[in-house]
């Protein structure tokens, strides 16, 4: 790491400290360092799923028309996934959030694109929003499902099976509890996320191109209120918004700023 880089760390440390309110956005970059593909990377190859339109397999229209076709699709997804576990990055983000809750004095909010439960998995709480240490996930989790038609949560229940569960309750059909093509974000996690880039005071893009709204946007909004921007990834994006560059991976990086 050269002296630029060095500096600029040392910085962003400094930064971190004198923060009262922190959101932190993380991307795809994050899980691809514990060896997540991305939706397209799963696909590639000669395998069974690359000759289907990511639309068939991630949408609701999709679903009606071969449920079982996509419901196998997340259960191989699932299968691949399951024996990988949090890396530095997602564990230094954890302990951060148990440090500044512990000490009361920072407020460190999570939002994440991925589904893969790996934040989770390394300790950060899901789903607490407004409270220091919470952790968002935008996008929906693949390891959570719930019926179709009255929205019963299901998640042990149906492990292994390759045949489109039927909700108890209802009948229903059972899907994954994840964001398809065309469908809106959860209302309440998307008003948390625009709640903490809104309030905060320094905001970390980590491991996305910030390309893919709406979450994208979260960094506009928070420079809009003032907050220092950061960005670390093993690619500098081209945002002209962003205070502070840091290029590397961010299971090396983060250890090195927290």
Same mark, same amino acid.
């Given at each position: 790491m050269d002296?630029? /880089?060095e500096t600029v760390i040392k910085e962003v440390k400094q930064l971190i400290k004198q923060a009262k309110r922190v959101c932190i956005l993380t991307?795809?970059?994050v =899980?691809?360092? =514990?060896g997540i593909s991305t939706f397209r990377e799963a696909q590639d190859g000669k395998g069974l799923w690359s000759q289907y339109d990511p639309k068939q397999l991630a949408s609701?229209?999709?679903?009606?028309?071969?449920?079982?076709?996509? +419901? /196998? +699709?997340y259960q191989w997804r699932r299968e691949v996934n399951q024996d990988k576990k949090p890396n530095p990055a997602h564990i230094a983000i954890s302990q951060w959030q148990?440090?500044?809750?512990?000490?009361?004095? /920072? /407020?460190v909010t999570l939002v994440t694109q991925n589904v893969d439960g790996l934040h989770q998995q390394a300790g950060s709480d899901p789903d607490l929003y407004e409270v220091s240490g919470s952790l968002v996930e935008l996008h929906g989790?693949? +390891?959570q499902n719930h019926c179709l038609q009255c929205g019963e949560k299901h998640s042990d229940d149906v %492990?292994? %099976?390759q045949q489109v569960p039927k909700c108890k309750p209802c009948g229903g059909q059972v899907?994954?509890?994840?964001? +398809?093509?065309?469908e809106a974000l959860d209302e309440k996690k998307w008003q948390a996320a625009e709640t903490a880039a809104y309030c905060c005071d320094l905001f970390l893009s980590i491991g996305t191109s910030s390309q893919v709204y709406p979450a994208a946007g979260l960094m506009m909004l928070a420079k809009s209120q003032g907050a220092k921007i950061v960005e670390i990834n093993p690619e500098p994006t081209q945002s002209t918004v962003v205070d502070y560059q840091i290029k590397g991976k961010a299971g090396k990086v983060l250890p090195l700023v927290f």
């Open positions: 002296k630029a /880089q991307g795809a970059g =899980s691809a360092e =514990s609701l229209d999709g679903f009606l028309k071969d449920p079982e076709k996509v +419901w /196998q +699709w148990k440090q500044a809750k512990a000490s009361g004095k /920072q /407020q989790n693949i +390891w %492990t292994g %099976t899907r994954p509890s994840v964001v +398809w093509f065309g």
